[in-house]
């Protein structure tokens, strides 16, 4: 489900700069984190941090490889409680905030996503490689705002001179009316003119909403930021808010309870339900389904029958 506002589609765009040593990536996300919106009831803070993580899984996600994929667990003590963000390669993303009603007072005429998220905390980034084991990275919140916490990743956890903007802009009706942002990294040897150049350029620049607002692509905002600079154009690729849960997932996580669990489950009230957290899907287990996850569980194995009393 591709999503769509104004004309343009989500997406994201990743290009080459400066003979290659500057990476710099750009996204749209207005439609998905709109959809965002309305599929979890978020209120306006709520909307602005979970928007801001979902556009910056996306960024994340197009650095990887084909088939790999990311999460990211936002965890800063705030009265929002946890964000969790998973996207892939494909440009699939889905998310979650523990407490979708929070709602705080604006600071400085801005919603206080800082306040929100909390700053006493962490920021744990896993990647799925296709290799045996996630990779794991783990640092403090620095701030609260999301995208300098990004940042701070990866110059702490993977040694990459990054920059990031994430931005949402809420209507007074809690609408999405834009959602973006960018990724700048540099790699070196890359001349220190052109970093300066780069650093005095998103210092003052618009805020990317405001780009947005008023028509600008990512494209578009990616030149404002690269300057004069050629570039080359890598890959454009969609966006879309996408879960991938299904019913054998759900079995799987019902498989994890255990034999007791499921057991008790078949004796009371002889069904389940679980939904799921990232799209809030249902999905009913009735007591032949659970039958036969226990005998998965018992791994096929008949339970001796109980012995006479005596």
Excluded at 111 to 136: E, H, M, Q, W
């Amino acid at each position: 489900m591709t999503q769509e506002h104004g004309g343009n589609r989500d997406h994201v765009i990743r290009v080459l700069a400066a003979g290659g040593h500057v990476l710099t990536l750009a996204a749209l996300t207005t439609g998905l984190v709109g959809e965002a919106r309305v599929l979890h009831g978020t209120s306006p803070t709520a909307t602005a941090a979970l928007g801001r993580a979902l556009t910056g899984g996306a960024l994340m996600a197009a650095l990887l490889k084909r088939g790999q994929r990311l999460a990211l667990k936002i965890e800063g003590g705030g009265p929002l409680g946890k964000i969790i963000v998973e996207a892939d390669r494909d440009g699939s993303v889905r998310g979650f905030v523990d407490h979708p009603e929070v709602e705080l007072p604006a600071r400085a005429g801005k919603i206080d996503v800082s306040g929100a998220v909390g700053r006493d905390g962490f920021l744990t980034v896993i990647k799925d490689l296709g290799t045996k084991a996630p990779y794991n990275g783990v640092v403090s919140l620095r701030t609260g705002e999301i995208a300098e916490d990004l940042a701070y990743y990866f110059a702490e956890s993977e040694q990459i001179p990054t920059a990031m903007g994430l931005g949402v802009y809420v209507e007074a009706d809690g609408a999405v009316g834009a959602a973006g942002g960018f990724l700048v990294q540099t790699m070196p040897p890359v001349e220190e003119e052109i970093v300066e150049g780069l650093i005095a350029r998103i210092g003052g620049m618009d805020p990317v909403t405001t780009n947005l607002r008023r028509g600008a692509s990512p494209e578009e905002i990616l030149k404002i930021i690269l300057g004069g600079l050629e570039y080359h154009v890598l890959e454009e690729n969609p966006l879309t808010l996408r879960c991938n849960c299904d019913r054998p997932r759900i079995e799987r996580v019902v498989l994890s309870l255990g034999e007791k669990e499921i057991a008790s489950l078949i004796e009371d009230p002889g069904f389940a339900e679980v939904s799921c957290t990232f799209c809030r899907s249902s999905y009913r287990l009735e007591a032949q389904d659970l039958r036969r996850l226990l005998e998965e569980a018992r791994g096929g194995r008949e339970e001796a029958p109980p012995r006479p009393k005596r």
